[in-house]
């Protein structure tokens, strides 16, 4: 498998980059990376670390997306960008999927100009695994289509369900779609349509109706579905509130027991990771004709090798294939 790692995106780029790159093909000998970014950057960096770029080749691009840049407006003024490369050579088959700790506007916006949908998808979505007290739930989607139709949640729902069961091994994953109440009638018109249609189509013998935002994370849904704009704010504030509680937790048992301070450091440590990306290494864009992975901008070189495992997990797994034929037999489009 040949993966485009957009070795521009993210913090501490392209050091982590480099880094989790180096680390995944030692640990899986089937993998190729093309690092796409500045040539002479990256050639002097493996240069230094004295690698022999073995299975590690450099595809030359010209800018990145900033984070704080309009994606759109990035991308019409730097067409040869990282993340734009990186797709081209995805939609040109010379890769097999993407992965970028960049922007994800502009991860996201690159995607969708390409048009590299399966076959049958009206649009992709951002899958994220969130920990819950039972386990791992599946919130899609958490900011790729703010904008949906009800149809849109109802292909989310299913292509949820293979990636939960597929990629984190939930054998029956119930799904649920996030609205303010569990009661039937509940909610938008959208999210009633949504529920409807959901009810009736491929995962209807796995699904539980609407699940309330705390019912998120006590773990009354393996997949829950929501509109983008919904999961981006869902998911920001539950990385905020994680942070804070935690914060403030040690603080106070810092104060109260200073003899066991390394001890609980670590236990919180543990804790705060779970929050994190690192054990898939980031979030799927699930819906388009390849893998794409988008990592957290505050990876290490960790979460990127784990997020070029994970991209490997999904094709070996078949998820994409598995997706398609589920939707095939999926609801009619909505007319208009």
Not at 30 to 52: K, P
Not at 119 to 145: C, E, F, H, W, Y
Request: hydrophobic share 40%.
């Amino acid at each position: 498998m040949r993966i485009a790692l957009d070795a521009m995106g993210g913090d501490e780029a392209p050091g982590i980059n480099i880094e989790g790159a180096i680390q995944a093909l030692e640990a899986m000998p089937q993998l190729e990376v093309a690092l796409v970014g500045d040539r002479a950057e990256l050639e002097q960096r493996l240069t230094e670390l004295g690698h022999s770029g073995e299975r590690l080749s450099i595809i030359a691009s010209e800018g990145f997306v900033g984070m704080e840049e309009k994606p759109t407006d990035a991308l019409r003024k730097k067409p040869n960008c990282s993340i734009a490369v990186c797709w081209k050579l995805m939609a040109n088959r010379e890769v097999d999927a993407v992965i970028s700790a960049g922007n994800t506007g502009g991860v996201v916006a690159s995607g969708l100009r390409t048009r590299l949908f399966l076959k049958g998808v009206k649009r992709p979505g951002i899958a994220v695994v969130l920990p819950t007290m039972s386990g791992q739930a599946i919130l899609m989607d958490v900011g790729a289509n703010p904008g949906a139709r009800a149809e849109h949640l109802a292909q989310y729902a299913v292509m949820g369900s293979v990636f939960a069961k597929q990629i984190i091994g939930i054998e029956s994953p119930r799904v649920g779609i996030m609205n303010i109440g569990s009661e039937d009638g509940k909610g938008t018109d959208l999210v009633r349509e949504a529920h409807q249609m959901i009810s009736t189509g491929p995962v209807k013998s796995s699904y539980v109706g609407n699940v309330e935002g705390r019912g998120l994370y006590s773990g009354e849904a393996d997949v829950v579905i929501c509109e983008g704009f919904v999961g981006n704010v869902v998911l920001k504030v539950s990385e905020g509130m994680a942070s804070m509680m935690l914060r403030k937790l040690a603080a106070q048992v810092m104060e109260s027991m200073p003899e066991q301070q390394r001890q609980v450091a670590g236990a919180f440590q543990q804790a705060a990771a779970s929050y994190e990306y690192n054990e898939t290494g980031g979030a799927p864009l699930l819906g388009v004709d390849g893998v794409c992975l988008i990592c957290h901008g505050s990876s290490d070189g960790r979460s990127i090798r784990n997020a070029l495992r994970t991209a490997m997990a999904i094709r070996e797994r078949n998820v994409n294939e598995r997706i398609m034929e589920s939707l095939s037999y999926s609801v009619e489009p909505i007319a208009g």
